[in-house]
């Protein structure tokens, strides 16, 4: 199993841009999360899908922000416009209440820098 | 509003030494995690513990959990220079299907 998979590895845009991040879960995995780490406010969960349906959104810092999950093997989140206090990294999990231990596997990670 | 609460925040210790994490939260949780992350690097799973009483060992680090005090602990026995790295302590709350709630994390420092 290649794991949660994340694209791009980094991401440098201007102010202003529309920034797209993609994560492809483990296969069979029916929850993904969207998380954001900065050094300020730690690890916040952004949205919560559960069979591709959003669960809470209640992190989404505003209506600039979006995610979408069209099927089980692919989201993304969106950033439209961009600004700089939205650099952070953005990492993506996923679980299945039905794996071993009710594991959560997260992606490598997109660093996203706004300038 | 489910807060989870480690101290210290950073630790720095000799390599041989032994020395215990905190985490404390705020309200019945379903089942509490130990992620590790290494600078620049994403989260890797080391334990998970499911009920009262849980104690799981790997290596020189050992958790445990007592959810009457709402309390888990991450013990280092022996530290190595490989175990420097930033240690969360993750919950999940009740009736919160799956959604994890993360501590302020511990960075630990080995020093030789």
Request: hydrophobic share 35%.
């Amino acid at each position: 199993d290649a794991g949660v998979i994340q694209s791009p590895r980094h991401e440098v845009t201007e102010m202003g841009q529309e920034v797209t991040l993609r994560c492809k879960p483990i296969s069979g995995h029916d929850y993904l999360f969207w998380y954001r780490q900065t050094m300020m406010r730690g690890l916040e969960l952004l949205i919560y899908f559960n069979n591709n349906v959003p669960i809470d959104d209640s992190g989404m810092p505003e209506d600039r922000f979006s995610a979408k999950m069209p099927n089980a093997s692919f989201s993304t989140l969106k950033i439209q416009p961009s600004e700089p206090r939205d650099s952070a990294v953005y990492f993506c999990a996923s679980s299945s209440p039905g794996t071993a231990n009710y594991g959560y596997t997260f992606g490598s990670g997109t660093r996203l820098t706004v300038v | 509003e489910l807060k989870v609460e480690q101290n210290p925040l950073f630790l720095s210790m000799q390599e041989g030494k032994n020395y215990t994490i905190y985490c404390n939260y705020s309200t019945t949780s379903d089942r509490l995690y130990w992620y590790r992350q290494d600078p620049g690097k994403s989260l890797e799973s080391l334990f998970v513990l499911l009920s009262n009483g849980a104690v799981k060992q790997e290596g020189r680090l050992m958790a445990s959990l007592d959810t009457k005090a709402r309390l888990s602990t991450l013990h280092i026995t022996a530290a190595v220079h490989d175990l420097s790295a930033t240690y969360f302590c993750v919950v999940v709350g009740p009736g919160t299907a799956s959604k994890l709630t993360f501590g302020t994390g511990t960075r630990l420092q080995v020093t030789l």
